[in-house]
């Protein structure tokens, strides 16, 4: 029988679209390296560096008081925590090494792959997911590591695995495997396919979960 905790993703949830709202740019900026600057002409040099651009107010949620910290990078996984509500979250985090759909071309949001200790919850390396578009209702979306599957329960546009049970098994399997793929369908129809290399994960859960000692 499956194991579905409403309770908890529900709560979880919260959490995860807190941390991909803010996130967004953030992690995107310590995973590109930037391009090498061309040299300023000498009659700019003595104007002020011009200032970033603020994020665009739907980008952060209403509590952005939140700054998730990043920790240390290894590969296309970055370990970060933060603190809302002073209850300490650490979690390894990344974006999709490629990302399509069916039909082509569909925009989303961005899609983040998370490995989550919330230790005031007891809650130690959660696996979920922000798909980029609301799942199709009470549709399950699949994890997939090699020929070993997992059903994810979905609500709206988070997914976690359905059998809490079978929780570290996959990340067993997502230490020991090399690419994780999670597919998922809109409610429009659209199905998606994103893959996660999964080399660096290991180090930065470890480094995650010792933070969140």
């Known amino acids: 029988m499956l194991s579905i905790d409403l309770k908890r993703f529900v709560g979880a949830r919260g959490a995860l679209v807190l941390f991909a709202t803010i996130l967004a740019s953030s ?23 011009p200032v970033p651009a603020a994020p665009k107010a739907e980008a952060r949620p209403a509590t952005g008081e939140v700054q998730p910290t990043l920790i ?5 996984w970055g370990a970060y925590y933060a603190a809302p509500g002073g209850k300490k979250i650490c979690f390894a985090i990344a974006k999709p090494k490629s ?6 071309g569909r925009k989303r949001d961005p899609v983040w792959l998370f490995v989550s200790d919330r230790p005031a919850e007891n809650v130690h390396n959660e696996v979920s997911v922000i ?12 994890a997939e590591i090699g020929s070993t599957k997992f059903a994810m329960y979905t609500l709206n546009d988070g997914a976690w695995i359905k059998n809490v049970a079978e929780e570290a098994r996959m990340v ?8 994780l793929t999670i597919k998922g369908m809109s409610g429009h129809g659209t199905e998606s396919t994103d893959q996660y290399a999964l080399k660096g994960l290991s180090q930065a859960m470890d480094r995650a979960d010792q933070e969140c000692k």
């Open 27 to 49: 992690v995107a900026s310590a995973q590109q390296t930037p391009a090498p600057a061309k040299p300023a002409p000498k009659a700019a040099a003595a104007k002020p560096a």
């Open 72 to 76: 240390a990078q290894y590969g296309d």
């Open 99 to 104: 990302a399509q759909t069916n039909p082509a």
């Open 131 to 142: 798909i980029g578009y609301p799942f199709k209702a009470s549709t399950d979306a699949t």
């Open 172 to 179: 067993e399997a997502m230490r020991k495997g090399s690419d």
